[in-house]
Structure formats: C-alpha cells, structure tokens
C-alpha cells in the first residue's frame, strides 16, 4: 500500500520570504501522480500542482515549484515569494497511474496528514 | 462549470437520525469519489464510482454508511443511524481519470456535527 508522510507539522514564515514544505511517499510502483493540494480556512481543497513520474523536468506553477527525487520518493513543494493568501493547510498527495482504457483499479489519492502554512505580515 | 457541488454545507443532528449528503460532479467527469476529513485521521477515502458504479468502498467504516449514485450528475452518502464519532467535514470529488487528465476537483465539503 502506498503510503504518504509529511513530517513537518506546522510551519511559520514571513511575508515575501521562500517556504519549502517536505513529502516523502513509498510505492514500489513506478508510474505515478503527485499533487500538491491547499485547503485555506474556507475549507476548500485547491490543487496546487501535479507532477507526473515518469516526467525528470520539476512542475512548476507561477510561485510554486516542486522538488522530485523519484529514487528518494521525495516530493517537496517549494513557495516562493509567499504572500498572506498562501497562509493553509497543505497536502501532499500520490495516485496511482492507470491506462486509458483502465477500469475500475486502483486509482485512490492517498494524502498525507498535512502541513499547515501560516505566512506572517 | 460550477464545479462539484455539496450540500448541505453544514449539518448539525442528532445521534441516531439518519443523515444524507448530496453531491453534483462536474459535468462530463466520469469518477466520482467521496472522501472524509478528521483531525485524527486526515483524509480517509470512503468510495469512489466509475460511470455510476462503486469501485471500491473498502473504506467505508461500516454497514452504517452506504453511497448510491443513480446518474451521472447525483450522488448521496447517508449514514443511518449517525453516532458522535461520525463528526467529520465529508469531501465529494471528481474526476476524469486515465486521459491524461488525473487530478481530483474538490467540492467544498459538509460539515457534520452528530450530538
């Protein structure tokens, strides 16, 4: 079973400054999905990014970038520039890869148990 | 698109009553999962649908809930009879997975107070 790990429980930084929050997963499958999700105190859960396995280059997204080091499943989300509005809940999450005419399967996004991100004026 | 649409957005009952949450999927999506979110348990996945059918409810915590999707745009999740420890913000979301397309859109969850 797969299995998602965010060891960093809470985390605290400054307006403007450069956050990078930690995910590490273990699968022994090799193709696969990761995601970054956001849910601010609106409750909505908000994708951030998706990276895709089989991918080297990072995904990126404006002011968000990924870390992904496929050998050391590890899939960091790094916030640059980081304003009031990223203050959230963040999780990591992993899902894995299914065919174009797969059905049913295990298509399940495990999550992780989250880091929440408060940014400071 | 609206996105994926939950209702009620908060619902407070009774131990005992039986409790029904409503989902629409995104028009056109194909997966339709729903998910429970707990302070202790985080994000647990309870069942997900393919074109209407349940996939996989293996986590479904037991016989007290049951999920129905009778179309593609409706879906329910009831828990009858509701207990306290059923408290817990439920997620519907949805997907068109296997094109290329995999990630989830999340609707804005239910929050359930069982007393």
């Known amino acids: 079973a797969q299995t998602v790990t965010q060891s960093q429980p809470e985390m605290s930084v400054q307006e403007a400054e450069t956050v990078t929050l930690s995910c590490t997963y273990d699968t022994s499958e090799n193709n696969y999905y990761l995601f970054w999700y956001k849910q601010p105190p609106s409750r909505q859960m908000i994708l951030v990014i998706r990276?895709?396995?089989?991918?080297?280059q990072n995904a990126t997204e404006n002011r968000f970038s990924v870390n992904f080091q496929k050998a050391a499943k590890s899939f960091s989300l790094k916030i640059s520039d980081s304003q009031l509005g990223d203050t959230a809940m963040y999780f990591c999450?992993?899902?894995?890869?299914?065919?174009?005419?797969?059905?049913?399967?295990?298509?399940?996004?495990?999550f992780g148990q989250g880091t929440r991100l408060t940014i400071n004026p | 698109d609206a996105g994926v649409i939950q209702s009620p957005r908060h619902e407070v009952t009774e131990m005992g009553q039986e409790v029904t949450l409503r989902c629409k999927p995104i028009?056109?999506?194909?997966?339709l999962f729903w998910y429970r979110q707990t302070m202790m348990r985080g994000l647990e996945l309870l069942i997900y649908f393919n074109n209407n059918v349940p996939i996989d409810d293996s986590g479904m915590p037991e016989d007290r809930f049951s999920a129905k999707m009778p179309n593609a745009s409706f879906s329910t999740l009831k828990i009858q009879p509701s207990e306290p420890r059923d408290s817990a913000v439920y997620f519907c979301?949805?997907?068109?997975?296997?094109?290329?397309?995999?990630?989830?859109?999340f609707g804005s969850g239910t929050q359930l107070s069982v007393l």
């Open positions: 979301a949805s997907s068109l997975l296997g094109r290329g397309n995999e990630k989830l859109f």
């Open positions: 990276q895709e396995a089989y991918k080297q």
């Open positions: 028009s056109g999506h194909d997966y």
């Open positions: 999450a992993f899902m894995k890869h299914v065919g174009v005419m797969a059905y049913g399967g295990a298509q399940k996004l495990v």
